[in-house]
């Protein structure tokens, strides 16, 4: 039977404090994965970050914004909270932050907490932030004690109820960021400054490439320490989830840098910690092949192919991508090592997708539906079907897809910035509990 799961982010829960979080509303939601035969919740990143989830300021340091109020009242840490209105987009904004600061407050340090801020990458962080903040770090150790106390006990909940998590693990760090304040030896560094940013080269799309806000790795220096510095990253992700994305998984192979103050046209390829890395990885650790998920889409180099086949990796699938409309044929369905997607994040909804095709196409792709034997009216719940039948041996449906939502829900918009972008969020769980058994 394949196995089947459905891709929302944190912040996109229900919430009544104005962004999701690790609170109830979590709880409820893996019950209803629960209640409905799925395997899977993936997320996105949560790592503490200036409110771009593929930008950590720390690898190891997780979102304050989603440690939950009610449960910080059940500790009685809190008093009783305000409630704000429940909309579609998530505030980023400060309102929880009176509640910490009540919480510090009141909180009185055990060995558990004792235990956890001897973790050195949390003590960096803690300092990081509190020196940007100019506040003081005990009180971000509490917050990152909490975040990570809670994060545990959901991701214990969720696998008690056979449901497992899919982190999702960024490439590269921002700019300012512990990473880069307490380990400058692995980026591309000279004098104190960078010397190169992160990006893509020009397409169809970017005339003058893409730059990150993000800076590169320093290879050789990686090498002489074993990589250390990687390793242990890949080791605390899979103590906060059970299977965890690469994203860009090009980089390990290749990566794209650009000097600073440049534009993509100026930027080239450089060989990255490739097959050296991963042996190490797998040989002096107890992670497993099966424990990631590589996210491979955009332009590969026959390279990066040869990597991922060379571990056999399980890889991403997008139908948007692959299903060519000209000749009615899914030009990947023959492979079953896949984590087969309609869209992810930086995608269209299935709607969305729908709704850019002409009429000509919008036909064509009811006919392939028809041709495999996905006969419902609904084009998302024909894709849905699809995904179930295809013979990836994973598929993972977003939740916007599931309730057959437009691109007003999208997720993210690649190479813009907007209000709309890393924002969508539901309002309650009602149709989806209904509409997740069309999948």
């Known amino acids: 039977m394949k196995e089947k799961g459905i891709l929302l982010p944190i912040f996109s829960l229900p919430s009544k404090y104005g962004i999701g979080d690790f609170g109830k509303e979590a709880y409820e939601f893996i019950d209803i994965l629960n209640q409905n035969n799925m395997k899977y919740w993936q997320i996105l990143p949560i790592n503490a970050c200036d409110n771009l989830p593929y930008s950590p300021q720390s690898y190891y340091a997780l979102n304050e914004n989603y440690i939950s109020l009610d449960f910080l009242e059940e500790e009685g840490l809190i008093e009783k909270t305000e409630v704000r209105e429940d909309t579609d987009r998530v505030k980023y904004d400060n309102f929880k932050k009176k509640y910490y600061y009540e919480a510090f407050d009141n909180f009185n340090k055990n060995d558990d907490y004792e235990n956890f801020i001897k973790i050195k990458e949390i003590n960096e962080y803690a300092e990081f932030i509190s020196n940007l903040r100019e506040e003081s770090k005990e009180y971000y150790l509490f917050l990152q004690y909490i975040a990570n106390k809670q994060w545990l006990k959901l991701k214990e909940y969720a696998n008690s109820k056979n449901i497992e998590i899919i982190g999702d693990m960024p490439i590269y760090p921002t700019f300012e960021s512990s990473e880069t304040k307490y380990h400058p030896e692995y980026f591309e560094i000279e004098n104190g400054k960078f010397t190169f940013e992160a990006g893509t080269p020009p397409d169809y799309f970017n005339s003058d490439g ?4 993000s800076p590169v790795y320093n290879i050789e220096n990686m090498k002489k320490n074993n990589y250390e510095y990687l390793i242990k990253r890949f080791q605390y992700y899979l103590k906060l989830f059970d299977k965890v994305r690469i994203d860009y998984f090009r980089g390990y192979d290749s990566f794209f840098k650009i000097p600073i103050g440049k534009s993509g046209k100026d930027g080239f390829y450089v060989d990255s910690v490739s097959y050296d890395f991963f042996d190490k990885l797998f040989q002096n650790t107890n992670i497993k092949i099966n424990d990631l998920i590589i996210e491979d889409l955009g332009d590969i180099r026959e390279e990066t192919v040869k990597l ?22 899914d030009r990947d369905n023959e492979s079953e090592n896949v984590l087969v997607f309609p869209g992810n994040h930086d995608c269209h909804t299935i709607y969305g997708w729908y709704k850019t095709l002409n009429d000509e196409y919008k036909e064509r792709l009811k006919e392939f539906l028809r041709r495999n034997e996905c006969y419902d009216i609904n084009v998302n719940i024909g894709i849905m079907q699809y995904c179930s039948k295809c013979k990836a041996k994973m598929a993972i449906i977003s939740v916007q897809d599931i309730l057959g ?22 309002t309650n769980f009602n149709d989806f509990r209904e509409r997740i058994k069309d999948f």
């Open 210 to 213: 893409q730059k990150w806000n």
């Open 308 to 329: 991922r086949n060379h571990y056999g990796f399980t890889r991403q699938k997008i139908l948007q991508f692959t299903i060519d409309l000209d000749n009615l044929y």
């Open 405 to 426: 939502l437009d691109d007003s829900s999208r997720i993210n918009f690649p190479g813009t910035v907007s209000t709309n972008n890393w924002s969508w969020k539901l």
